[in-house]
């Protein structure tokens, strides 16, 4: 089996055909849906997902999301939007059969995002939080059920961005004020709402964070078949929690290509740590390519068109090369 790679989410620029024909062109064995940021709020990570959202709203204030009382313009916006994504990649898949990756905000990063009516974030409420979780969980539950009508062939993989879950489990997150940062989230709490969230869809499961610290155990506990992550914050304390993830079966969707404009190295060169990591950890060269997938860092939103695209074809020569030699 040839180590896949895929892309994060984002893409610059507005035009969903455009990104459509991207994200589906650079990785013809498993494409996904791209995200617009560049089009404005409800575009956005945090908006996208508050229009995936069951009985519950959102609006732009000037400090961020916060929650409705009924859907408005913003809501609205978000789910047109995500229309508009959705029809253009049914455009270009048609007949497609393989790995298609959607992508939705994790609970944790929406609760520390969505800000509540007097403004502090819904962190800071329990059973705010226990709402939320249950409206994405539903709003997920649905958003599946159409990618499947729309795209019958495709074997779905859902991923959950949650960029701010470290903070949440460490306390690190500031309030409206940023005088002060909200306490930490217990552990278990944390775990069992991903669990219940991760429930809705019996495929793979991967959470993407690019931040330090992501807490691979945790993860893999919850149900997390996938962790996609930025490569070059790994630190050697990370060593044992991802070894005992891929000898669990856990897939890495390893980080290597930088998401904003540079210079490419050599594909090989770019997956040059991943080969010196599992070397370092003793795991069997073979099992490389059945357990890595290779992706940018990050989103691609902040990269101009002709890197993203550049990008993403480095990718998947950086997985070949991978694939073809493991040691």
Avoid at 3 to 14: H, N
Avoid at 96 to 104: E, I, M
Avoid at 117 to 141: F, I, P, V
Avoid at 238 to 255: N, P, R, S, W, Y
């Amino acid at each position: 089996m040839s180590a896949g790679a895929t892309g994060v989410g984002s893409l610059p620029g507005g035009d969903a055909r455009e990104a459509a024909k991207t994200a589906t062109g650079s990785f013809d064995d498993f494409p996904y849906l791209p995200e617009l940021p560049a089009r404005g709020p409800g575009a956005d990570m945090i908006g996208r997902s508050i229009g995936l959202l069951v009985d519950m709203y959102g609006h732009v204030e000037p400090s961020g999301w916060r929650i409705s009382d009924r859907p408005g313009r913003d809501t609205r916006r978000a789910r047109s939007w995500l229309g508009e994504d959705l029809d253009a990649l049914e455009e270009f898949t048609q007949g497609y059969t393989g790995r298609l990756k959607v992508q939705a905000v994790g609970p944790w990063t929406l609760a520390a995002a969505l800000e509540l009516h007097g403004g502090e974030a819904m962190l800071q409420d329990a059973g705010a939080c226990r709402d939320l979780a249950g409206s994405l969980a539903e709003g997920l539950r649905e958003h599946l059920a159409d990618v499947r009508k729309r795209i019958p062939g495709a074997d779905i993989v859902l991923q959950l961005d949650e960029p701010s879950l470290t903070a949440v489990l460490l306390g690190r997150v500031r309030s409206a004020s940023g005088y002060r940062t909200y306490r930490a989230v217990d552990r278990q709490v944390v775990e069992g709402t991903l669990r219940e969230v991760f429930a809705v869809h019996d495929g793979e499961v991967i959470v993407h964070s690019c931040a330090p610290e992501v807490p691979f155990g945790l993860l893999r506990r919850a149900g997390a078949t996938g962790v996609s992550f930025d490569f070059s914050l790994l630190t050697e304390r990370e060593d044992d929690a991802i070894g005992e993830a891929v000898e669990g079966g856990t897939k890495l969707f390893t980080g290597v290509v930088p998401g904003t404009d540079g210079p490419l190295s050599d594909p090989g060169g770019s997956v040059m740590g991943v080969r010196k990591l599992w070397r370092r950890l003793g795991l069997a060269p073979g099992a490389l390519a059945e357990s890595v997938v290779v992706t940018p860092s990050c989103g691609l939103a902040g990269a101009s068109p002709a890197y993203a695209r550049a990008v993403q074809a480095h990718c998947v020569r950086a997985a070949r090369s991978l694939a073809d030699n493991p040691e």
